[in-house]
Nanobody, 112 residues
Framework: QVQLVESGGGLVQPGGSLRLSCAASGFGISLYAMGWYRQAPGKERELVALISSGGGTTNYADSVKGRFIISRENAKNMVYLQMNSLKPEDTAVYYC?????WGKGTLVTVSS
């Protein structure tokens, strides 16, 4: 069955960086767009970034443009989210997404 497993979250100071990983299993990701979403405490889940099947097209939420980079390695069935210049408002649980499937999420906390 389809599984998405996120990793790489943690506590980081403002201005710091983290790299999130999403390991997909049960299907090959190479034909599909993939995405990262996040949900902050008390807020609705929101789109962070999308990447096309081949990786040539990416889209970002305005709040993360210029700071986050989504990428993928189809041969490894992996999707990544490089997060730079992190802000306290980036604190959230980050989820990997594919076609109605969600991972369990990884918590990112940005705090001094």
């Amino acid at each position: 069955q389809v599984q998405l497993v996120e990793s790489g979250g943690g506590l980081v100071q403002p201005g710091g960086s983290l790299r999130l990983s999403c390991a997909a299993s049960g299907f090959g990701i190479s034909l599909y767009a993939m995405g990262w979403y996040r949900q902050a405490p008390g807020k609705e889940r929101e789109l962070v970034a999308l990447i096309s099947s081949g990786g040539g097209t990416t889209n970002y939420a305005d709040s993360v443009k210029g700071r986050f980079i989504i990428s993928r390695e189809n041969a490894k069935n992996m999707v990544y989210l490089q997060m730079n210049s992190l802000k306290p408002e980036d604190t959230a649980v980050y989820y990997c997404y594919f076609s109605g499937y969600w991972g369990k999420g990884t918590l990112v906390t940005v705090s001094s």
